[in-house]
């Protein structure tokens, strides 16, 4: 019964099992990523990438069709111009990242969508939007297998002039010029997650899987490495719980993976050791020193 | 020998000069106050010795080979939000030596240690920064700075709303960076902390007022020339005939 629920599935079906290897993959990166967006207050920082990878995916749908290859390469180069073009304006003129973020992934989307409408059919924008977390060819696979270890590895050497980027930018440009290099190459892994993220579940559902197990961690713990393990295991349950969800029900994979970590969130929001609801109501006196 | 420099040197910002035509030297191991009236320049010029804003024009001399600069800004930018404790806070001073991959051996966990008992903050290793008063704050701040090593090192009102108690600990920090011959540069605003602790005092307003030894400068003549020196902004100003 508990195995034809859980394990069956998995079991009988290959799909299944490369969508759950994916998923895995995903958590990996976008695990840890998520993390460090939420601690520097650029959670919708991913929302803005996801839409500004578009136009670039599409453009190389337009050109050579459905090709992995190339619609890899678009979203990966119009999401690195974002935030090339923002980072830039940024520092250059009277604008805040935030503001130029804005423009430019704003005038990034209506391009993709545009792009999309000229030639595209209802189903390719589907595709584009939603993913294909049920059909991950070896390619694919093997692309996100790939994401994923340059993300951990990137990020393990990113690891503490990004605390301290975030912590004290101000400090790490006294000492060193690595700041800035820091905080590109740190927006360039978001890029590259958000584009392995799009192949399984599209450009709007790719920034959930990034930014809801992370936020969710919040309330378990407060420390950096405490919150990446929680966010990454929130995110691999969260893919195996919505696999699972849109085997049984007949859902779509994509959204219902995202929707199990939007579950998760409400769970840890409600029940959460740090800070959640429900612990605030249960009466604990308070120490002696 | 000199451990910094300023020739002719103007700083500001959109072309208005807040640092107007400064010359003069800061010698090695020199323990300066830098005093002067609300939006005299005072946090701009060690910005500007930082290296954190370039001149408009002159030029601000600093062997950078020789001596490393450790730069304590106002109100620093820490995000006390951030989930990190006090000690990964000071560690970070040791950047230079560690970098982005190297490890923390014996020693320097030893000099970490030390550093923060030597702003008085033992037992507060593992509390989180956003747990800590604004004075306790400073202190790991100060902790920092120590591990940092620097032969010159910039404090931006360092004592502002910090209590006395936690004040006499960071300056006797200061006496002994300075018995250690670094070169300290400090804006502060209590002129008897000044007197008691700082040889000397440059005072400011736009440009320098006075500079040398502080009982001379901190005379009442001085101060009132001072305040009549920061006349408002003028929007119509026309470009300065002594620029080059």
Do not use: S
């Given at each position: 019964m508990l195995y034809d629920a859980l394990i069956g599935p998995f079991v009988e079906f290959e799909f299944m099992r490369r969508a759950l290897a994916g998923s895995v993959a995903l958590s990996l990166g976008a695990g840890p990523l998520g993390v460090f967006l939420m601690l520097r207050r650029m959670s919708l920082v991913g929302d803005a990438m996801a839409h500004a990878i578009l136009p670039g995916a599409a453009t190389a749908y337009l050109l050579t069709g459905l090709s992995l290859g190339w619609m890899t390469v678009g979203g990966l180069a119009a999401g690195l111009a974002v935030a090339l073009l923002a980072g830039a304006v940024a520092r250059t003129t009277a604008l805040e990242e935030d503001a130029s973020l804005a423009a430019f992934y704003l005038l990034s989307l209506a391009l993709g969508v545009t792009l999309v409408s000229v030639r595209g059919t209802s189903i390719d924008l589907l595709h584009v939007l939603f993913g294909t977390v049920l059909a991950l060819d070896d390619a694919t696979l093997l692309l996100l297998a790939g994401i994923a270890s340059v993300t951990v590895l990137a990020l393990a050497a990113l690891f503490r002039p990004l605390v301290m980027e975030s912590v004290d930018p101000g400090f790490l440009r006294s000492v060193s010029r690595m700041g800035g290099v820091t905080h590109l190459a740190f927006l360039g892994l978001v890029v590259l997650n958000l584009v392995a993220g799009f192949h399984a579940l599209g450009t709007l559902l790719a920034v959930g899987i990034m930014m809801l197990p992370a936020i969710a961690a919040r309330f378990w713990t407060r420390d950096v490495t405490g919150l990446i393990g929680v966010a990454t295991g929130i995110g691999i349950l969260s893919g195996l719980a919505g696999l699972l969800a849109s085997y049984h029900l007949g859902l779509p994979s994509g959204p219902t993976i995202i929707l199990a970590a939007g579950v998760a969130y409400l769970f840890s929001l409600l029940f959460g050791t740090e800070r959640g609801w429900l612990p605030r109501f249960l009466p604990r006196r308070h120490l002696e020193a | 020998m000199s451990a910094i420099h300023f020739n002719d040197l103007t700083l500001g910002y959109d072309r208005h000069p807040v640092v107007h035509h400064l010359d003069g030297e800061v010698r090695s191991g020199e323990l300066l106050a830098i005093v002067g009236p609300n939006g005299a320049g005072k946090s701009t010029l060690l910005k500007g010795i930082a290296g954190a804003l370039a001149p408009l024009s002159g030029s601000v001399g600093v062997n950078r080979k020789a001596?490393?600069?450790a730069y304590l800004p106002q109100?620093?930018?820490?995000?006390?939000?951030?989930?990190i404790s006090v000690y990964d806070v000071v560690s970070m001073g040791l950047w230079r030596r560690t970098?982005?991959?190297?490890?923390?051996?014996?020693?320097?966990?030893?000099?970490?240690?030390h550093a923060i008992a030597a702003v008085g903050l033992t037992g507060f290793e593992d509390r989180a920064i956003g747990a800590l008063s604004g004075g306790q704050m400073q202190r790991a701040l100060f902790a920092r700075l120590l591990l940092q090593d620097a032969g010159v090192i910039l404090l931006d009102e360092p004592l502002t709303a910090i209590d006395a108690k936690t004040a006499a600990d960071l300056l006797d920090l200061v006496r002994r960076w300075h018995a250690e011959e670094r070169t300290v540069v400090a804006v502060l605003h209590d002129f008897e902390v000044v007197k008691s602790v700082f040889p000397q005092t440059l005072l400011v307003a736009r440009e320098a007022v006075a500079w040398g030894a502080s009982t001379d400068v901190l005379t009442p003549d001085n101060l009132m020339k001072a305040r009549r020196m920061l006349e408002a902004p003028d929007r119509a100003a026309e470009r300065c005939p002594r620029a080059a």
């Open positions: - | 001596t490393r600069i109100a620093a930018d820490v995000d006390r939000k951030f989930p970098g982005w991959l190297g490890g923390v051996g014996r020693q320097d966990r030893a000099a970490i240690e």
